[in-house]
């Protein structure tokens, strides 16, 4: 049975620890002892019990306050005081550096809650240990200076969450869309050199690549291009091979056909739109970025976003060897071809695919079979999302998410036209619904019991996101030159602050919201699928959007709602949770809690039913969400995915397939890697080997929109193993 210590790192359970600590509170008096030595036998077993009976590593200072706890109930409150004024003089030691054991535990790689924290980061590695060292000097700047210290004790007590305080200190956003079309065509400028626009499409793609690199090194948020501002320079490239082929065949003097020279183009063309595709892929999967990871990115593949039949045909032709190459794989470092993290591709289903008579319904079939095989890509729907996303104007426009699932609202700019690409959020709070439930439930039976805590919780979230937004405020240009100078995002002066870029809807920033599922079960008493608890979960998060639709009335800043993908922090609310409120069934009662609006990973429903209840909390996610289904091995059941895609088309907006895709370097396994539980701990295992070395072994599973490579703390590693099938 472990446990975690104060620095992070995980340790092995001691009974003998809590008994000598308790004597020694017991004996530090000149009087007679309060408790018996069999006294404090009884209290460090009866925590030794509670300890394993949680299913997960508790803190040490979780312990420590059931220590308290248990020696006043044996009524022995002077040795109580003593065990606490002990801690308090400890913790002030503690409190004059709160980074320096963070620090070395990183550096020696036996902090279990960082090694854990994000799925795609590899801790032993130099970049990323530099990029945690950093981060735990940002969150202690964060929460000394920089936040108000009821958003500090909020975010801690797992109230809120306040995202990304790793990089708070610094003047960073979150995610964006980058202007790949005005960076290729007009020019950019990469640390200090001059890029111009590229003469082919190979060219095109290694630049892009580049591009990626330094936005992601400049943001912490996830980035998203699209294929169609790639596609242009096909013709280019076709252009500039048809001049080359011609003039061989004029130096040898050759006569040619024009349907032979066609050919030949186009077979050289073909090859260069594979050289190119495969650069993109395979410099996203082996670039490092500053904050030690691949660039978080997203490729949009949107057939209807290229206007001119040529163009269009183009765009397909890079489509199509995007899917190929994604599903063939990545060689791992065995040469064994697995599923790579990133990038992330998404694929609009379209009136010109979504038919088995439709012009590229070929691609979709391609899309199907790279899902079953890579678990991407990810879909939207243009029919839905024309439906959702309307401008000022009445129009209706699709386009992608930035990075996993957070998307802009509908803009229109000063000539009158829609604009996407350029635009970026500016961070990201999330209420934890759980805890606002179980807060008033705890204080009253009345459900305007809620509201009232609903209502003074979005205030502390308000206050926390003007934190956000004010601590962009005033951001020279110059704090990334890339973004804000040179095109991914704008392409202001030297000097220049970006606080224009912060109203008026160019940016957004993110009310998160999780655990709608729990907090609608904790009031109502019934699920999210039943009537009633629908009904109340669409009631609650319409009152989150009118608190947004309030603020960005009074502060022309564009607040909008937006489905968390908790990943580390689904174990912190959890804990957090249980600590304020012990163990609730069907509330508290697991180690994570829901992400956003999604109904719970143990719900026999099937993935149908699923999506078509979910598209209408998606529906009032405006600022981002996402949807998934659960499914097995589809490999040989090709026909089945593609109904799911059908039903997608017609019914929600953004959504997913989760499948699995893992590798045994051991034995070779190429199955499913199973959690199995050793000792209180979720561990991987191997089932045909039995292996359960990590470094041995390749396991891609979704983990809240992406996929994760890295593994998972123990609670997201719960929630994996708890998932059911869907289909």
Same mark, same amino acid.
Request: proline share 3%; aromatic share 8%; hydrophobic share 35%.
């Given at each position: 049975?472990?446990?975690?210590?104060?620095?992070?790192?995980?340790?092995?359970?001691?009974?003998?620890?809590?008994?000598?600590?308790?004597?020694?509170?017991?004996?530090?008096?000149?009087?007679?002892?309060?408790?018996?030595?069999?006294?404090?036998?009884?209290?460090?077993?009866?925590?030794?019990?509670?300890?394993?009976?949680?299913?997960?590593?508790?803190?040490?200072?979780?312990?420590?306050?059931?220590?308290?706890?248990?020696?006043?109930?044996?009524?022995?409150?002077?040795?109580?005081?003593?065990?606490?004024?002990?801690?308090?003089?400890?913790?002030?030691?503690?409190?004059?550096?709160?980074?320096?054991?963070?620090?070395?535990?990183?550096?020696?790689? !036996?902090?279990?809650? %960082?090694?854990? @924290?994000?799925?795609?980061? &590899?801790? $032993? *590695?130099? =970049?990323?240990?530099?990029?945690?060292?950093?981060?735990?000097?940002?969150?202690?700047?964060?929460?000394?200076?920089?936040?108000?210290?009821?958003?500090?004790?909020?975010?801690?007590?797992?109230?809120?969450?306040?995202?990304?305080?790793?990089?708070?200190?610094?003047?960073?956003? !979150?995610?964006?869309? %980058?202007?790949? @079309?005005?960076?290729?065509? &007009?020019? $950019? *400028?990469? =640390?200090?050199?001059?890029?111009?626009?590229?003469?082919?499409?190979?060219?095109?793609?290694?630049?892009?690549?580049?591009?990626?690199?330094?936005?992601?090194?400049?943001?912490?948020?996830?980035?998203?291009?699209?294929?169609?501002?790639?596609?242009?320079?096909?013709?280019?490239?076709?252009?500039?091979?048809?001049?080359?082929?011609?003039?061989?065949?004029?130096?040898?003097?050759?006569?040619?056909?024009?349907?032979?020279?066609?050919?030949?183009?186009?077979?050289?063309?073909?090859?260069?739109?594979?050289?190119?595709?495969?650069?993109?892929?395979?410099?996203?999967?082996?670039?490092?970025?500053?904050?030690?990871?691949?660039?978080?990115?997203?490729?949009?593949?949107?057939?209807?976003?290229?206007?001119?039949?040529?163009?269009?045909?183009?765009?397909?032709?890079?489509?199509?060897?995007?899917?190929?190459?994604?599903?063939?794989?990545?060689?791992?470092?065995?040469?064994?071809?697995?599923?790579?993290?990133?990038?992330?591709?998404?694929?609009?289903?379209?009136?010109?695919?979504?038919?088995?008579?439709?012009?590229?319904?070929?691609?979709?079939?391609?899309?199907?079979?790279?899902?079953?095989?890579?678990?991407?890509?990810?879909?939207?729907?243009?029919?839905?999302?024309?439906?959702?996303?309307?401008?000022?104007?009445?129009?209706?426009?699709?386009?992608?998410?930035?990075?996993?699932?957070?998307?802009?609202?509908?803009?229109?700019?000063?000539?009158?036209?829609?604009?996407?690409?350029?635009?970026?959020?500016?961070?990201?709070?999330?209420?934890?619904?759980?805890?606002?439930?179980?807060?008033?439930?705890?204080?009253?039976?009345?459900?305007?019991?809620?509201?009232?805590?609903?209502?003074?919780?979005?205030?502390?979230?308000?206050?926390?996101?003007?934190?956000?937004?004010?601590?962009?405020?005033?951001?020279?240009?110059?704090?990334?030159?890339?973004?804000?100078?040179?095109?991914?995002?704008?392409?202001?002066?030297?000097?220049?602050?970006?606080?224009?870029?912060?109203?008026?809807?160019?940016?957004?920033?993110?009310?998160?919201?999780?655990?709608?599922?729990?907090?609608?079960?904790?009031?109502?008493?019934?699920?999210?699928?039943?009537?009633?608890?629908?009904?109340?979960?669409?009631?609650?998060?319409?009152?989150?959007?009118?608190?947004?639709?309030?603020?960005?009335?009074?502060?022309?800043?564009?607040?909008?709602?937006?489905?968390?993908?908790?990943?580390?922090?689904?174990?912190?609310?959890?804990?957090?949770?249980?600590?304020?409120?012990?163990?609730?069934?069907?509330?508290?009662?697991?180690?994570?809690?829901?992400?956003?609006?999604?109904?719970?990973?143990?719900?026999?429903?099937?993935?149908?039913?699923?999506?078509?209840?979910?598209?209408?909390?998606?529906?009032?996610?405006?600022?981002?969400?996402?949807?998934?289904?659960?499914?097995?091995?589809?490999?040989?059941?090709?026909?089945?995915?593609?109904?799911?895609?059908?039903?997608?088309?017609?019914?929600?907006?953004?959504?997913?397939?989760?499948?699995?895709?893992?590798?045994?370097?051991?034995?070779?396994?190429?199955?499913?890697?199973?959690?199995?539980?050793?000792?209180?701990?979720?561990?991987?295992?191997?089932?045909?080997?039995?292996?359960?070395?990590?470094?041995?072994?390749?396991?891609?599973?979704?983990?809240?929109?992406?996929?994760?490579?890295?593994?998972?703390?123990?609670?997201?590693?719960?929630?994996?193993?708890?998932?059911?099938?869907?289909?």
């Amino acid at each position: 049975m472990k446990i975690i210590k104060r620095n992070g790192s995980e340790a092995e359970f001691d009974r003998i620890k809590i008994k000598k600590a308790i004597e020694g509170a017991n004996a530090a008096t000149s009087g007679q002892k309060e408790l018996t030595d069999r006294q404090i036998d009884y209290i460090s077993l009866v925590i030794e019990d509670y300890c394993r009976d949680i299913g997960r590593a508790m803190s040490v200072e979780e312990i420590q306050e059931l220590v308290e706890t248990h020696i006043i109930l044996q009524g022995a409150p002077e040795t109580a005081k003593r065990y606490i004024r002990y801690r308090f003089t400890r913790n002030l030691a503690r409190v004059a550096n709160t980074t320096d054991n963070q620090i070395l535990s990183l550096i020696e790689c !036996n902090n279990e809650e %960082v090694k854990q @924290e994000n799925s795609n980061k &590899n801790p $032993t *590695v130099n =970049s990323v240990q530099r990029d945690y060292m950093a981060g735990e000097v940002s969150k202690d700047i964060t929460r000394r200076i920089l936040l108000p210290q009821d958003i500090v004790d909020a975010h801690e007590a797992g109230i809120i969450h306040f995202h990304d305080a790793d990089y708070f200190a610094q003047h960073m956003h !979150n995610c964006d869309l %980058v202007n790949l @079309e005005d960076m290729l065509q &007009n020019g $950019t *400028v990469i =640390s200090g050199t001059m890029i111009e626009k590229p003469h082919s499409f190979s060219t095109a793609c290694n630049i892009a690549t580049q591009i990626i690199a330094q936005v992601a090194s400049n943001q912490y948020g996830g980035q998203s291009i699209s294929l169609t501002h790639l596609a242009p320079f096909v013709q280019i490239s076709r252009e500039k091979i048809r001049r080359q082929v011609e003039a061989e065949f004029a130096e040898a003097e050759i006569e040619i056909s024009e349907e032979k020279l066609t050919k030949i183009v186009e077979t050289r063309l073909l090859d260069e739109i594979k050289r190119g595709v495969q650069t993109i892929q395979y410099q996203v999967v082996t670039l490092l970025t500053t904050n030690g990871q691949a660039p978080f990115v997203t490729v949009f593949m949107y057939l209807n976003e290229a206007k001119e039949p040529g163009l269009k045909r183009d765009l397909a032709l890079i489509i199509e060897e995007v899917l190929r190459q994604r599903c063939e794989g990545v060689k791992n470092e065995a040469g064994v071809l697995v599923t790579p993290a990133f990038p992330k591709l998404i694929y609009v289903l379209e009136e010109d695919n979504i038919k088995e008579d439709s012009p590229y319904w070929y691609l979709t079939e391609l899309a199907a079979k790279c899902t079953a095989k890579r678990m991407v890509p990810d879909y939207i729907s243009e029919k839905i999302m024309l439906e959702l996303k309307k401008d000022k104007n009445g129009e209706g426009h699709c386009y992608t998410c930035m990075g996993c699932r957070s998307f802009l609202t509908p803009y229109v700019d000063e000539n009158g036209k829609p604009k996407y690409y350029g635009r970026f959020n500016q961070g990201v709070v999330t209420i934890n619904l759980v805890d606002v439930a179980c807060t008033a439930r705890a204080e009253s039976k009345d459900e305007k019991k809620f509201w009232e805590v609903l209502e003074e919780r979005l205030e502390l979230c308000h206050r926390a996101l003007q934190c956000r937004h004010e601590r962009l405020e005033g951001t020279l240009s110059d704090a990334a030159p890339i973004l804000w100078q040179y095109g991914a995002i704008a392409r202001l002066p030297k000097g220049k602050p970006i606080t224009e870029l912060l109203h008026g809807g160019y940016s957004t920033i993110s009310l998160g919201f999780a655990g709608l599922w729990e907090c609608v079960y904790a009031i109502t008493g019934k699920k999210l699928t039943e009537k009633e608890g629908e009904e109340f979960g669409i009631k609650v998060l319409e009152a989150l959007n009118a608190a947004c639709r309030k603020w960005k009335e009074a502060e022309n800043i564009d607040y909008s709602l937006y489905g968390t993908p908790l990943e580390s922090t689904t174990y912190k609310f959890a804990k957090c949770l249980q600590k304020r409120f012990g163990k609730i069934s069907g509330v508290t009662d697991k180690n994570y809690i829901t992400n956003s609006y999604h109904v719970h990973v143990t719900e026999d429903i099937d993935a149908f039913s699923k999506l078509a209840l979910e598209s209408k909390f998606q529906a009032l996610s405006p600022g981002g969400a996402i949807s998934y289904v659960e499914v097995p091995n589809m490999q040989d059941n090709i026909p089945a995915v593609l109904n799911v895609m059908k039903f997608i088309y017609d019914n929600i907006m953004y959504a997913e397939l989760n499948t699995k895709s893992d590798y045994c370097q051991v034995c070779g396994y190429d199955g499913e890697i199973l959690i199995k539980e050793d000792d209180g701990k979720l561990v991987w295992e191997c089932p045909n080997c039995k292996n359960r070395d990590q470094a041995k072994m390749n396991v891609a599973r979704r983990t809240c929109g992406y996929i994760g490579s890295q593994y998972w703390n123990q609670g997201r590693t719960q929630e994996i193993k708890e998932r059911v099938l869907h289909l």
